[in-house]
């Protein structure tokens, strides 16, 4: 595991992200910069959890399920120390290892396959039922919500009072072809889940030490399942990807992957080069 606070492993992380989508011209960049700051908080403060026994069956569970954004997933795995940073090279490149949506046995502490959006929630329901005594993180997006799945999975687990269920909602505004609140608008988002018998809390999703401080007290409310509404900036910390749509599936060319590296003050710490900046033959990942 590497060293640091929280706001640092979050810098190394987005290298990790930049490097991984820019070498194998993939796409999502936004979707991973905007949750890294949740993960790291997760994996490093929250979540109960053991790198060296990724199987160990008291572990808390992690879903990424917005899948798409598993560069951030699988960064922030290797600088919790699940595997070397070797494995990144093989992102969604021919000959690789890492697909461009989360993949079940690809990598130690990848819980699920997810990219199929709408999946995480009720999957980690049944995971929260099945094993009572442990707890289920699920980090879903809001265009993610637009999916009925959700709503049925927050409906059945507050009926439930599935205390051991804690989702995160990384509510960056966008979504792959639009701003949310044009495409389908969740607003009251906080007073819907709150309906559903819902614990909720919102807090400023890039503050890692504020989310950790929110998820540090579980549940939000006893008999209830928790969830946390992070608000987030698409593309967050780079200045030419926050806000912006273009970058739900564009992937940075070898001078702006600099420009964001400069921008994120890569290097100053004397940390080694997870990823070379070369390109390398591709496989896109797809939308
Ligand atoms: C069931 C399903 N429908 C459509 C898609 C295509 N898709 C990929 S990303 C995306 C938008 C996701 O937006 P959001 O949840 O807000 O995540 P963000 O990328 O903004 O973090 C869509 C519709 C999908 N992956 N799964």
Redesign the pocket.
Known sequence: MSSGSLPQHARRVRERILRMVAASKSS?V??AL??ADLLVALYFKVMRIDPKRPDWPERDIGLLS?G??CTALYATLVERGYADPKILEGFAVDGGTLWGHATWGTMPGVEAAT????HGLPLGLGMAIAKSSRRVFVL?????CD?GSVWEAALFAGHRHQENLVAII?Y?K???LGN?KDVLDLEPLAAKWKAMRWGVQEVDGHDPDAVAAALSKLPFESGKPSVLIAHTV?GKGVSFMEHSLDW?YKNPDEKQLAAALEELGCGSEGEEAPLPLKKRSSRRGS?
């Open positions: 999502h936004g979707t905007s949750a917005k798409h954004g990219g199929s959006l709408g879903m997006g809001d265009g993610e999916e990384d960056n966008i979504q792959s949310t698409k739900h939308p």
